[in-house]
């Protein structure tokens, strides 16, 4: 992910009229040959092993942190100790309270901190968000969300910290997939008020890349039903977070259905946004969305295809002009109080699991 980001900052041209200059100037990465790669980078000046020394450089103002969730909240607190704000990659802590305690060091502080989730910069979803707020879909009745992988689906796959709760929280699958998953409903004020749960381990161990065999103990699957108001009427919610979904690869998607239209659109299907509109015969209409439509215009033409480091370097263009101001009425990354309503989504899905029951927040 630290490469994507030098991607994204290396392309800052590409931004029309974008009020902020960006620039990667130091890079912290226990890999000599990743480090390697980054001398690539003409406007990087540090290669380090240690962050310490990263925070130590007065020239940078902000730190991208992409580590496991069990070191989220030791270096998340150092980054902003040391003076600097923040863009820290989901799920913001390994459980609630370190994402509590996180949130609120960087308000005691007054540091600028947001939490990573890049699929909303997308035209599609742009244009989902921007369709429930103009309120053509009538009263909702609906939503259905998710964010689907399959690479799991190999049993043969040497387990990673991805696949152990020591490093990735006991929310296991939640913690690596969800914050993508509620960054809209949460953006939109859907908070979730019931949640019931159903967790799967599916795989329950894997080769440990040593010639033996290691437990794999996270879930694999999360399936949660829940249950929110929207403007005085209770919706039904389900929130899809697996990483073994047939035939599914990094498949992200919305789907939001009211009285009066409905909206849906999925990665599977970049380019592709389908729109409900209801009468004696029922319709739904595939609309090219293109490369238009993003938050933060760029140099490329509207007819061209959209990809991940497109919607990659929106949430960077996002966070940059919000700390700087500029933000006005675009779409912004997750805050610290969007992660913390996350983890308390995701505490209740393993209580409810726990007790077979649905669990009010």
């Known amino acids: 992910m630290g490469r994507e980001a030098a991607s994204a900052f ?8 974008f009020p902020v200059k960006a620039q990667l100037t130091a890079v912290c990465d226990l890999n000599e040959k990743v480090l390697e790669w ?5 406007t990087v000046t540090q290669l380090t092993g240690d962050y310490k020394e990263l925070l130590a450089n007065k020239d940078v103002d902000v730190v991208y942190v992409a580590v496991p969730h069990n070191l ?23 459980d609630l309270q370190a994402a509590e305690i996180i949130k609120a060091e960087a308000e005691k502080l007054g540091s600028f901190v947001r939490c990573s989730s890049e ?21 909702i009745i609906e939503v259905k969300t998710g964010f689907l992988h399959s690479s799991d689906m190999d049993a043969s796959k040497p ?15 939640m913690g690596d997939l969800g914050m993508h998953v509620l960054h809209i409903p949460l953006r939109l004020g859907w908070k979730p008020e019931i949640v019931f749960a159903q967790l799967q381990k599916i795989i329950t161990e894997r080769p440990d890349g040593k010639g ?6 996270t879930w694999n699957n999360a399936t949660l039903n829940t249950q929110l108001t929207v403007e005085s009427e209770t919706v039904p919610m389900t929130l899809e977070m697996k990483r073994l979904a047939p035939g599914e690869t990094n498949t992200w998607y919305i789907e939001i259905y009211g009285t009066e239209g409905g909206i849906k659109y999925s990665t599977k299907d970049t380019k592709g946004l389908w729109v409900y509109k209801p009468g004696k015969e029922q319709t739904w209409q595939r ?3 293109g490369f238009g439509g993003l938050p933060f215009p760029t140099i490329t033409g509207g007819i061209f295809e959209i990809g ?5 370097m929106q949430m960077l263009a996002a966070y940059v002009a919000e700390r700087a101001g500029a933000l006005n009425s675009r779409f912004g990354c997750v805050t610290p109080a969007e992660a913390v309503d996350s983890h308390k989504v995701f505490a209740a899905a393993l209580k409810s699991n726990e007790t077979k029951s649905a669990v009010k927040l």
Not at 212 to 217: E, L, S
């Open 10 to 17: 290396g392309r800052w041209f590409a931004l029309n009229d």
């Open 38 to 42: 980054y001398k690539n980078v003409p």
């Open 72 to 94: 989220h909240q030791e270096l998340y607190l150092e980054v902003l100790r040391a003076g600097k704000d923040l863009l820290g990659e989901k799920p913001f802590g390994i």
């Open 119 to 139: 699929f909303p910069f997308l035209p599609g979803p742009q244009r989902v968000i921007s369709e429930v707020n103009s309120g053509r879909l009538g009263r």
């Open 159 to 173: 387990i990673n910290w991805k696949r152990q709760n020591k490093f990735c929280g006991e929310i296991g699958v």
């Open 212 to 217: 033996g065999i290691a437990p794999c103990d």
């Open 287 to 289: 609309v090219e969305v």
């Open 308 to 312: 991940f480091p497109d919607c990659f």
